[in-house]
């Protein structure tokens, strides 16, 4: 995976997302819609009532209406009223997956109090990407990096004398939900950056256990991940009780998924996770049966 979509596993949504927002009443005309476009040079905007967001509304919506006489017409007789929104606090990786299921230009953003906090666009995703570089760039260049003042994994275990070290970190997935669906994954990178693993091995091992939490969280009804710390490499296993996989070897094939509806209605289940764990670890072991269940192994090498 390169190091741009990587950071898509790292990055929220209210990092990238634009804090200008135009809004427009549902009372309001579609003549008003057409100068507030026009004077802010805008696209769409969110349709706002009593401070709630109630739809969208967009240049192909104004360009109906002057096709059908319509220009005078109330706003909230042309919106959609079904909306696909964000959350301030997801990852970028979950709008990337919603910008390629619904093919919608922007989306509304909200907090978790439902209250509209940004508006999201391809572009904004592209220039957060880009300054999330600039920004790592400069900090390589200038060696002005916290990770520094750190420990590396090596010297750690360097200064602890004993025959044989090693320890072990463990985080429970809720299953049949994606509520709280990568919270392991960034617990296990903090903690491990922490430690002084390097950024690159970082990215590559949140990427990987952020997959595999998914996995637990839309396919079974729970499991573990468990992150073994050694001298030189790092494993991650996720492990669950069941279903279990029927055909282990189909199911490492790209864009094979037997996600249920409501995993694919959220923009997930597009069969990339195991892919993606694949390309992310140096050496990766999937068994699973039918019910028992299924245990996910990657091993990760690291450098000081």
């Known amino acids: 995976m390169t190091k741009t979509q990587e950071m898509a596993y790292e990055i ?47 240049m192909a919506d104004l360009v109906n209406a002057l096709g059908n006489n319509e220009i005078n017409a ?24 919603k910008f390629s299921k619904y093919r919608f230009r922007r989306y509304p953003v909200l907090d978790h109090n439902e209250q509209l906090v940004g508006i ?9 990407l ?7 760039y400069t900090q390589t260049e200038s060696k002005v990096n916290e990770d520094d003042q750190r420990p590396a994994m090596s010297q750690l275990f360097q200064d602890v004398i004993a025959d044989e070290i090693s320890f072990c970190l463990k985080y429970y997935v809720e299953g049949q939900t994606l509520k709280s ?45 468990l992150a073994q710390i050694d001298k030189g490499w790092i494993i991650v296993q996720a492990i669950d009780n069941g279903p279990g996989i029927p055909d282990v070897e189909r199911a490492m094939q790209p864009g094979y998924s037997t996600a249920p509806d409501w995993v694919r209605e959220l923009g ?24 028992e269940g299924t245990r996910l192994t990657m091993k990760f090498y690291f450098t000081s």
Do not use: W
């Open 12 to 58: 929220t949504v209210g990092e990238v997302m634009s804090t200008t927002i135009f809004t427009i009443r549902p009372d309001q005309t579609m003549a008003d819609l057409s100068l507030l476009l026009r004077d802010n040079r805008i696209s769409g905007t969110p349709v706002v009532e009593n401070g709630k967001l109630v739809g969208m509304v967009s």
């Open 74 to 97: 109330f706003v909230r007789d042309k919106m959609t009223r079904t909306v696909e929104c964000l959350y301030s606090d997801e990852l970028l990786v979950h709008c990337l997956a």
């Open 120 to 128: 999201l666009t391809k572009g904004n995703v592209v220039e957060g």
């Open 130 to 136: 880009l300054k999330k570089l600039e920004i790592e």
């Open 181 to 225: 669906a990568g919270k392991a994954a960034s617990e296990l990178k903090n903690a491990l950056k922490k430690l002084g693993v390097t950024a690159p091995t970082l990215r590559r091992i949140g990427v990987a256990t952020y997959e595999a939490e998914i996995n637990l969280a839309s396919y079974t009804t729970g499991g573990e991940i």
């Open 268 to 291: 997930f289940g597009a069969g990339m996770g195991l892919v993606n764990m694949r390309k992310c670890s140096d050496e990766m072991n999937l068994t699973s049966s039918v019910p």
